[in-house]
């Protein structure tokens, strides 16, 4: 990932639009959790004694943890690098094998899980597979040990009725609504939206936990939009189109539902 983090800050700014820095920042969370994985792996791994029912004396309980086997992986499209990888580094810590699974809507970075990180790995250990809805259905139609899925609820459950065919265990991380409550006890209407419009503006808003509706008091209400405003002037300049801290959707059909909802 390292000797590759070049490549794919590019590939993230292709298609997200991403500035320097966040696209970095999303290399040293990947690095991060790689080194938390590294640090504590040993002392995960160890057996946890447990207490012995009388009736099974003069035995010895303990818990011990065991690969699942062989662990699909489906990376979103909003963070590609970030939550493809990070469920790859801890299911091969683990000791499973893994067949990520990147988005076909972040073409340069799947460009660059093909290219340039692909070769580095070991093809025992881990596999990255290419392709469309098509590809994807296909994938979700074999069975797995276990399945990692990040996306949408429409898709979550998509995944859900594959998984339960083999009764395959899964992790689905999907989107959902995430209010923000500006209520009358806000001593700072401009640190509140400093916050707001800061997590909703990384990566354009493609974030699952971006804020999506603020639900604001009526006394701090005319303050509060003044001030949404003027933050976004200070982040991006009267013309954000012209700012290089302004991220871009990743489809234009995203972009039109995001225009039609204004």
Same mark, same amino acid.
């Given at each position: 990932?390292?000797g590759a983090?070049?490549?794919?800050?590019?590939?993230?700014?292709?298609?997200?639009?991403?500035?320097?820095?966040?696209?970095?920042?999303?290399?040293?969370?990947?690095?991060?959790?790689?080194?938390?994985?590294?640090?504590?792996?040993r002392s995960?791994?160890?057996?946890?004694?447990?207490?012995?029912?009388?009736?099974?004396?003069?035995?010895?309980?303990?818990?011990?943890?065991?690969?699942?086997?062989?662990?699909?992986?489906?990376?979103?499209?909003?963070?590609?690098?970030?939550?493809?990888?990070?469920?790859?580094?801890?299911? @091969?810590? +683990? /000791?499973? $094998?893994?067949?990520?699974?990147?988005?076909? &809507?972040?073409? %340069?970075?799947?460009?660059?899980?093909?290219?340039?990180?692909?070769?580095?790995?070991?093809?025992?250990?881990?596999?990255?597979?290419?392709?469309?809805?098509?590809?994807?259905?296909?994938?979700?139609?074999?069975?797995?040990?276990?399945?990692?899925?990040?996306?949408?609820?429409?898709?979550?459950?998509?995944?859900?009725?594959?998984?339960?065919?083999?009764?395959?265990?899964?992790?689905?991380?999907?989107?959902?609504?995430?209010?923000?409550?500006?209520?009358?006890?806000?001593?700072?209407?401009?640190?509140?939206?400093?916050?707001?419009?800061?997590?909703?503006? @990384?990566? +354009? /808003?493609? $974030?699952?936990?971006?804020?999506?509706?603020? &639900?604001?008091? %009526?006394?701090?209400?005319?303050?509060?939009?003044?001030?949404?405003?003027?933050?976004?002037?200070?982040?991006?300049?009267?013309d954000p189109?012209?700012?290089?801290?302004?991220?871009?959707?990743?489809?234009?059909?995203?972009?039109?539902?995001?225009?039609?909802?204004?």
């Open positions: 990932v390292l983090s070049e490549e794919g800050c590019s590939a993230l700014s292709s298609d997200l639009g991403r500035s320097r820095t966040e696209a970095q920042a999303e290399i040293e969370m990947v690095l991060g959790e790689i080194d938390v994985q590294m640090k504590n792996l995960w791994m160890r057996p946890e004694p447990q207490m012995t029912h009388a009736l099974l004396l003069p035995g010895h309980t303990e818990v011990r943890r065991e690969p699942y086997g062989v662990v699909l992986v489906i990376a979103p499209f909003n963070y590609p690098i970030f939550l493809g990888l990070v469920p790859v580094v801890g299911a @091969i810590a +683990a /000791g499973n $094998t893994v067949v990520l699974k990147p988005s076909e &809507l972040s073409l %340069r970075t799947e460009e660059w899980y093909r290219s340039k990180l692909a070769p580095m790995l070991s093809q025992d250990t881990c596999q990255i597979l290419t392709g469309d809805v098509n590809f994807t259905t296909a994938l979700l139609s074999l069975r797995w040990d276990f399945i990692f899925f990040t996306g949408s609820p429409r898709v979550g459950r998509i995944v859900s009725r594959a998984a339960a065919e083999y009764l395959t265990p899964t992790i689905l991380e999907l989107g959902g609504k995430s209010p923000v409550i500006v209520d009358a006890s806000v001593s700072s209407v401009v640190e509140a939206a400093k916050r707001i419009i800061s997590g909703k503006m @990384i990566n +354009a /808003g493609q $974030t699952c936990i971006a804020p999506d509706y603020v &639900l604001v008091h %009526r006394s701090k209400h005319k303050a509060f939009v003044n001030q949404l405003v003027r933050c976004c002037r200070d982040f991006f300049g009267k189109r012209q700012s290089a801290d302004y991220g871009r959707m990743c489809t234009v059909t995203s972009a039109e539902r995001a225009g039609l909802l204004i």
